[in-house]
């Protein structure tokens, strides 16, 4: 089976090594002639354009987009639906908004080409070794590309999780519990961190993850991240972040779901981007007003 | 009336003056020697020890303290009781807390001394033009003591709000709404100041002080602060607290309660005593684990 | 002047009647019929479409629109701005979206009729005898309506915002602080019943009012409510919101500000209104799979 | 070696066999007699008091308090040391509040007993196949029941986390972050339950536990609770607590620690506990006041 992947960052250049393992042929382009050039160092055909690449392709064509979501992803598809026809499946793995991929389904439908939609978990490490795959799919479309998701992800790694859409949403609530994972733990060495004991947090994380009921994969990663900085000091805690917690808060928002934790999460995330915040300077005023209270005056 | 005032702080100072408007003779004492020269020159009497200050009182002696709470009023307290008899009156007029105010409240009750807690909201302007007190207390005490509480109140503004403890459980209570009503209002500000408009903030100030839903003192002082500084440019958000809050928030786990918008008022107070977290860190770190993202470099 | 007045609702009905204490001609519309028979036992003219309504204004004709968001709003725009032309004035004082207002102020604006948008609070009472109006408007449309939001409003109760949207803005905002401080007093509220003190709520709320720092308006009415129903025993804690609230969380959202306890106080709104929850069963469900904690079973 | 186990409870008498697999003699004690002759019936030692338990141990005593914290295990504490003597040794494996452990670690330190906390983590299941100890000691206390822990715990399951206290410490906040990750967790599932969409939830878990971040011990129990009950329908969700998630939230408190998401999950809980709340009559009391929005009755 012949497969065209548009896009070959982190993710999408281990995917495209991933395919290969398992036998597909790949076809691959990325607007950057640097990583075209890596990845036909690797074996790999390229493609210099994304018309060039479908014309590789034979009939049904089977098209993988792992571009960041937006614009882009926006752009890629319209190039390649350009290019496609009755039957042809479109993949989007990246990280699309559902609202986007709901209304892209339904207009790929109607030229009668598959939208796929693919939320795709692990990490670049994953991605190189085997996925984790939440796909959104019409059932006959699901049908013609299972064995390729079976084949990328790791053992029972595959979900058909319903129809288009679904699966960009549940990667999207996967996210957003990720999000409050990352939080709980964090928040966790911060008490152990501001306490009179003194804990060695990669042992810490090596016993968390050892017959504990907290034990999981972020936990390995922590113990990871403390053998090579036991005490995070050459790092900074500016927690940046990609879109899909905020979108997972305002889906709450529109369900009327409670979502207190994964909130709280992002927005603690905003608020580590800031040296300082515009709230803390009216209730440091506030403060002051009613009871005199000093305030820390402005560096100049 | 003759009333014993042992501290002259911002409050204390500020409370004595209003005493003397009220009629009451005040002997004042303070460990701040010039605090007490100061308020000689308003024409009070002072005591250079509380031993004195307490020789100076008729029976039944009126004693009020006004003086940071824990060791310092504990210290007071233990000195002022060894002066005071059956049927004295001692009153602590500071932020204790509840749960000390309950045992000195039984341990003077043993000696037949009454304790009088009284919870005291205004700020310094209230101080010296008319409180707002929350006194916890025996009704008999309260009998002794009412017109006191009443001359040094805003009309309408005291409260006999219990036995003793209540006062100032009501007065930590108040606090802690404060803190939530201090958040909501600086998050509103932060939103408008990172939106699109340009807004006059001491002009919407006084618009939301006239007429709408949100008006209140708070909002009245936020007007004040603006008008003296329109972008609070002067001053960084660090955001202090002096107990209250965390003994609310303290007292909402004890009995269960669900209190998140006052937790989270006292927590973003905490996170800005702090450049830079451990919290932050992990999940940076987890985040450049799992997905290779860029953390931020400490500074050299 | 002659005013056309779109919408008998609660608050449009009071406005319209305060229009007319303050010396303007009205000319009101509603789908109401039984709204329009009351408007005119008090004298007021009615109209009995948008098009008859316009056209019983002089020119610059000024159509003010209370009508709710959404929908219904756009609808009667749309129907208004068929028979306004160049120079005429809309004024939108409901609560819409502030996205839609700017949306809605650039179609008006390429056709010459000015769009005013006014974020109104104060409540029915206000709307009757005084209201807060928060007005986005270009510097010339808002010269002309200048004297009309200052009849309306209480003393000093107007502010010209900023171009347009501004005022729905700061006015959802102003909704936002307003979840925020409900919230917090509501929570201050929850912990005094929850303690081992019997407080009288009402007098609570009273001395509360008198000289406190969360001396409010919204105190005041809680103060009121008490008196009615001194442990508010007659309705349930179910929380229904109308959108604002929301609104301004995504706000914050959009531009990375942090407002946790905006955020919360609309998450506690949508858990009220739940009876059970599907989070509490996933976490009561872990509990009992990791520590054989029992779990409480549905009612069948 | 042989030894003492008070508390044949649900972690205590999974420790006993795990104990026996291991090779250790095992005498044990509990409240109940049931408990007794259950545990002798697969073949453990029994004492029918504390007293009578101590004397079957070689010296040096080794005793495993497995029982409640607070005022049961203050309760056997005080009773065992009474039989032990220099040299011997006590560990409190059950959730002890570390400030307890603190304590009782200095008065035993002064009569020459060692004195060991262990946090225990792991469920039932991990008592009886492999727990995860987090180990509180002085060195040559941890020295002399190193073995028993290692044999006890799964491979690589065991810390010695510092000195006495230390294993309590640890193990309360890792119940934090658990309540923390459950309630992320129990968010993503109430968003999925909420959207349009019509997922499968045990799949979900599956996939979820298979090569995505968040895979984890905690997702493995949701896929087990699934399968047995796909949409939680025999359950309610009433989330009780044990205490350590509150202790954790005080020790954040103290330490002046943000812990948001920790501190919310705590909240959820006691909410979730509640069919109507407080401070949710107070925020509709208000609505209807000043807003004439409509309340719901409370039913007869």
């Known amino acids: 089976m012949k497969i065209g992947l548009i896009g070959l960052g982190k993710m999408g250049y281990n995917l495209a090594l991933n395919m290969k393992d398992h036998g597909y042929e790949v076809v691959a382009n990325d607007v950057s002639a640097d990583a075209m050039q890596s990845i036909r160092s690797e074996g790999l055909e390229t493609a210099d354009s994304i018309q060039m690449l479908a014309e590789k392709l034979p009939s049904p064509k089977v098209i993988w987009m792992m571009v960041p979501a937006g614009d882009i992803t926006e752009n890629v598809l319209q190039q390649a639906t350009q ?17 986007d991929t709901i209304r892209r389904g339904q207009e790929l439908k109607e030229k009668g080409i598959y939208f796929v939609d693919c939320g795709t978990s692990g990490g670049t490490d994953g991605a190189r070794n085997g996925i984790c795959t939440m796909i959104g799919a019409e059932p006959e479309a699901f049908e013609k590309v299972e064995k390729l998701f079976s084949d990328l992800s790791v053992e029972n790694g595959y979900l058909h999780a319903g129809k288009p859409g679904s699966g960009h949403f ?12 990352m939080q709980a733990i964090a928040e966790g060495f911060e008490i152990l961190d501001k306490s009179d004991f003194d804990y060695d947090y990669q042992e810490v994380s090596r016993v968390w993850n050892n017959g504990s009921v907290i034990r999981s994969w972020l936990m390995e990663l922590m113990e990871h ?8 000091s050459g790092i900074r805690g500016v927690m940046n972040s990609s879109g899909e917690g905020k979108w997972t808060v305002e889906a709450a928002l529109d369900f009327q779901a409670s979502a207190p934790v994964i909130a709280m999460s992002l927005f603690m995330r905003y608020r580590s981007q800031e040296n300082d915040t515009f709230h803390g300077k009216v209730v440091s005023a506030l403060r002051n007003e009613f009871g005199g209270h000093a305030v820390v005056k402005s560096e100049e």
């Open 83 to 99: 290019y496609l026809s009755e039957g042809d499946i479109l993949i989007d793995g990246g990280n699309s908004n559902y609202k």
């Open 170 to 181: 549940l990667k999207m609530v996967h996210n957003g519990v990720e999000y409050g994972m």
């Open 225 to 232: 991240a403390f053998s090579k900085d036991p005490k995070l």
